[in-house]
């Protein structure tokens, strides 16, 4: 193995990781200012995710309750910022974390230790979580800011790679398992 490559390529992806976690904070502070300071201020934010079933209906008059203007680039910024920045958030989590993750392969000790597989399985965790929170919290906070009825089904793809780290992570703890009882029987 090219160990001086390896090297350099992990300390690479750990300061870029590092930056995009610095980034998403940046934008979190972007996103506050620009929704409370500014009044042409628009923020565009729907999960990506593989859909299974998706109703939405528009409440013109529910019990004699009859809306008159709705501001939908208003709703529509609101929302995206509920749903964005805990979002944004998780993502940055997961930037910073990953960013550790390389610095610690960068130091050139063995990649197949117990601490990584244990810190692969926290950033599958987050990826699982980005994968259902934002698919079930948007249509949620539509629903409860706009009044209109909105129901989606199904998953973001950050649950794909999440499941996939889980599984290689697994992978990791089983290999250093058997090393574990094959170093005791020798």
Known sequence: MKTKSYLRLTRLLGMLFFVAGV????????????????????????????????????NN????????EVDYEKIRNTVALIVGIPTFILVSIANFKISALFNDLSQGDTPF??????????????????GVLPVILYPIVYSLVSGDIQITIGFGYDL??????????????????????????V
């Open 23 to 58: 980034f998403g904070l940046i934008l979190i502070v972007a996103c506050l200012l620009g929704y409370f300071l500014s009044d042409s201020f628009s923020i565009d934010y729907h999960p990506d995710m593989i859909t299974f079933y998706s109703y939405s209906a528009t």
């Open 61 to 68: 008059g529910i019990n004699g309750i009859v809306r008159t």
């Open 113 to 130: 230790t117990f601490d990584k597989a244990r810190k692969l399985r926290k950033i599958a965790y987050l990826f699982c979580l980005l």
């Open 160 to 185: 794909i790679i999440g499941l996939i780290l889980l599984v290689v992570a697994q992978v990791f703890q089983y290999g250093l398992s058997l090393q574990e009882f094959n170093e005791d029987v």
